[in-house]
């Protein structure tokens, strides 16, 4: 809460202002406390300043702030910035001094879920290091919004994906825990799943001031053609066969034509389907039975799949997907510290190396991947 305010007092400030209260901070700013070295804040942005002040110096980020705008006789917007942080920030508990809580829910299975938060220190590190290779944040806080469609019943009852409802749950859970705003559709036709991608692909004031975006998809799928199809809720193999949205529209839809809001931003897009009918388990299967005005068309995506090309999926009727769950389960462990490639290697090892598989293994499949910087999630901050 104080970084956003602190933020939004630094975008009141110039360029060359910006620079000044740069100049400022390498000096004796806060006793006994030492300076933040210039060569770190040398050409930094205003959301840069603000992640190194809040790791330098704690609570007392705010204070310095207003100092410092003292100190350029920017009066008017230090009183201003005194009074937003005694209107938002709760007074201060002698635990909040140890980091970011984690972040609890108990779910309707009785599981405990918590999400380690990654910690102030540890993001000004790595943005520091890693400079124009990592995705920065928008804000002091990751934010989007995430597309989140569940299909769990069908018109042909035959189809009804029992279960899936724990899997809905968990990634609901999961997006808002990350810090993401979630639009969720539940049973949905093939027609209807385009139509909402399309939809969520025009809000365009949510997906200018966002950093990233997570579209999750979930239901029965199949390879047709050649291509990864998920079944709408009327879909029927001899009926109406036709009742299909295939997964590569997603990326037609979120590209730079067609949802420039998202440009330079990442794309992460989940599928929980199955790709096809070779066996892989014992459990029911999810099948049938800045710069230059030139863009990249598509860029900045990552597709994560729950199983390899003409494969099965799978799900367990109690507990959900197989594939949601170890997202679920290596995101809230690893997402504080690695970034989302390797968040999907450790699902991956996790699914390889998962005991009580005789016959054929089950395996996620990374697709149409074009991240071009490293994507740290941050969660809790």
Known sequence: M??????????????????NFICYLGEDVAEDIEPIPREILYGADRLHVVDCMVNQYSDDAGKITAKVLR??????????????????????????????????????????????????????KKLQKLGDYIYKPASSQRKGS????????????????????????????????LGYSVVKHRNLSGKKIDGEVRNFSKLVSEHREADSTFVVIMSHGARIEN????????????????????????????NSVNCPALIDKPKVILIQACRGGHSGGVEFR?????????????????????TLPDTAAYRNIITGSHFINY?????????????????????????????GRTKDKLLPCLERISLSKKFYLFPGL
């Open 227 to 254: 291509r990864d199809a998920i079944l709408g809720v009327l879909y029927h193999e001899e009926l109406n066969p036709e009742d299909v949205y295939y997964v590569d529209e997603t990326f037609s839809r979120l």
């Open 286 to 306: 999810d099948q049938v039975p800045e710069s230059s005005p030139w863009v990249h068309r598509e860029k900045d995506f990552v597709c994560f799949m729950s």
């Open 146 to 177: 995430a597309l989140l469609i569940t299909n769990i019943t069908f018109h042909y009852k035959e189809y009804n994906r029992d279960g899936a409802e724990r899997d809905e749950e968990n990634m609901e859970w999961l997006l808002r825990a």
């Open 71 to 124: 100190l350029m006789k920017q009066n008017n917007l230090a009183k201003h910035l005194e009074s937003k942080l005694r209107e938002g920030q709760p007074p201060v508990q002698e635990k909040s001094r140890r980091g970011p809580e984690p972040v609890e829910l108990n779910q309707s299975d009785g599981k405990p879920r918590c999400m380690t938060p990654s910690s102030q220190e540890f993001k000004c």
């Open 2 to 19: 104080e970084a956003t305010i602190m933020l939004d007092a630094l975008k009141e400030l110039t360029k060359e202002e910006l620079e």
């Open 327 to 355: 997202i679920l389960n290596v995101f809230c462990e690893w997402a504080h510290k690695d970034e989302i490639m390797e968040l999907f290697r450790k699902v991956t090892n996790d699914m390889a190396t998962r005991p």
